[in-house]
Nanobody, 126 residues
Framework: QLQFVESGGGLVQPGGSLRLSCAAS????????IGWFRQAPGKEREGVSC???????NYADSVKGRFTISSDNAKNTVYLQMNSLKPEDTAVYYC????????????????????WGQGTQVTVSS
């Protein structure tokens, strides 16, 4: 059974950093597109950063230069390093996987992903 366990969320002050982890079980991340998504209260789920099956990376404009996505095949884990956090980054963050072949422009669209983690809360507040 394909599962994710997300961790690393929490409360951080503006300007601070967090690293989210997404440990996969039941499948090997290599061969899947993997993405980090977030959903704030009252808003739609949005793509934050994604890695394609070919290991290209894509970032939302709002996080470029601040967030970095990476994967560790040995640990079967994907990470999201988040620096210079802002209050508007507050949301539940989810990791997800897809075996679909996607265009670069749509590789971080939530509807393209089938397998989802349970989410981890990130709150940026002073």
């Amino acid at each position: 059974q394909l599962q994710f366990v997300e961790s690393g969320g929490g409360l951080v002050q503006p300007g601070g950093s967090l690293r989210l982890s997404c440990a996969a079980s039941g499948f090997t991340l290599d061969g899947y597109a993997i993405g980090w998504f977030r959903q704030a209260p009252g808003k739609e789920r949005e793509g934050v950063s994604c890695i394609s099956r070919g290991r290209s990376t894509n970032y939302a404009d709002s996080v470029k230069g601040r967030f970095t996505i990476s994967s560790d095949n040995a640990k079967n884990t994907v990470y999201l390093q988040m620096n210079s956090l802002k209050p508007e980054d507050t949301a539940v963050y989810y990791c997800a996987a897809s075996s679909a072949v996607m265009l670069f422009q749509t590789m971080c669209v939530p509807g393209n992903y089938k397998y989802w983690g349970q989410g981890t809360q990130v709150t940026v507040s002073s």
